[in-house]
Nanobody, 125 residues
Framework: QVQLVESGGGLVQAGGSLRLSCAASGHTFTFSNYALGWFRQAPGKERAFVGAISWSHFNSVHFDDSVKGRFTISRDNAKNTVYLQMNSLKPEDTAVYYC???????????????WGQGTQVTVSA
């Protein structure tokens, strides 16, 4: 079993930045063997892919077009933590942000077995 805990959400003005963290833990869990994804869900909308980072061996990242050039993802295997750096935030980025983990590397929420509880990000105009 894998537990994920997000933090770092909050209220920020448009054009500002936030960094979300997702700390992972679990019995016999090897963080470096997992891909980590970030998703978001705005009120009344489905959960949507934001970005993902692959297992450490490949260290590949990809993003949804809506955040390319503004968001970055990194991982610190020593701390079992993945980060989502969000810059140039827009009001339409307002959502609950979730991190997810799985041994597969995907942009599809259904492919991720483990999920955090989410953290609210609100961007004011």
């Amino acid at each position: 079993q894998v537990q994920l805990v997000e933090s770092g959400g909050g209220l920020v003005q448009a054009g500002g930045s936030l960094r979300l963290s997702c700390a992972a833990s679990g019995h016999t869990f090897t963080f470096s063997n997992y891909a980590l994804g970030w998703f978001r869900q705005a009120p009344g909308k489905e959960r949507a892919f934001v970005g993902a980072i692959s297992w450490s061996h490949f260290n590949s990242v990809h993003f949804d077009d809506s955040v390319k050039g503004r968001f970055t993802i990194s991982r610190d295997n020593a701390k079992n933590t993945v980060y989502l750096q969000m810059n140039s935030l827009k009001p339409e980025d307002t959502a609950v942000y979730y991190c997810a983990a799985d041994t597969s590397y995907s942009n599809a929420a259904k492919n991720y077995a483990y999920w955090g509880q989410g953290t609210q990000v609100t961007v004011s105009a």
